[in-house]
């Protein structure tokens, strides 16, 4: 009898799942973390820096009237993530009967996730906007490794849901 898409959730090995359900929690705690902690300081003639995070990044774009630069950043580097972690959460939590409808989300995440390099992209973007002049140097700050990290966790725990329901 061929599997529908209701019963691929249901054949992930409860370990398994309890084990991506951890990783969720971690890569959750890495990505929330990542926004809010400072990721890079931008100096300009030793005297001026400026420290931002993604929040206050973002916020800076929509303060100075970036607004095509702050909805791709707010879109791209603080919506998809936390999108791709809600359901990926409710995938690993409901019932296979309750979550049907987000089966093709996961496909679509599964897709989406070969485009993750473009939170790189965003954060180039977002340093460049934010350089306060020709003579400006960035120092990288542990923000940006935990939200890399968390990203790249996201990333995993999707591939793992999707090859564990496609093959049990």
Do not use: C
């Not at 936390?82 to 996961?106: C, E």
């Amino acid at each position: 009898m061929k599997k529908t898409s209701t019963d691929q959730l249901h054949n992930i090995p409860e370990l398994q799942a309890k084990r991506l359900r951890w990783l969720l929690l971690l890569s959750s705690l890495l990505y929330v973390s990542g926004i809010v902690t400072p990721m890079m300081t931008v100096s300009q003639f030793i005297v001026i820096s400026t420290t931002f995070s993604v929040l206050s990044g973002v916020q800076e774009l929509f303060e100075n009237g970036k607004i095509i630069l702050f909805l791709l950043v707010t879109v791209l580097s603080i919506q998809l993530p936390a999108a791709k972690l809600w359901v990926l959460y409710r995938l690993l939590t409901l019932a296979p009967h309750r979550n049907h409808k987000l089966q093709p989300l996961l496909k679509l995440m599964h897709d989406y996730g070969r485009w993750a390099m473009l939170d790189v992209m965003v954060v180039a973007i977002l340093i460049v906007t934010v350089k306060l002049g020709t003579i400006a140097s960035v120092e990288i700050h542990y923000g940006l490794y935990l939200f890399a990290a968390a990203v790249l966790l996201i990333m995993f725990i999707t591939q793992r849901v999707v090859h564990l329901s496609s093959t049990n």
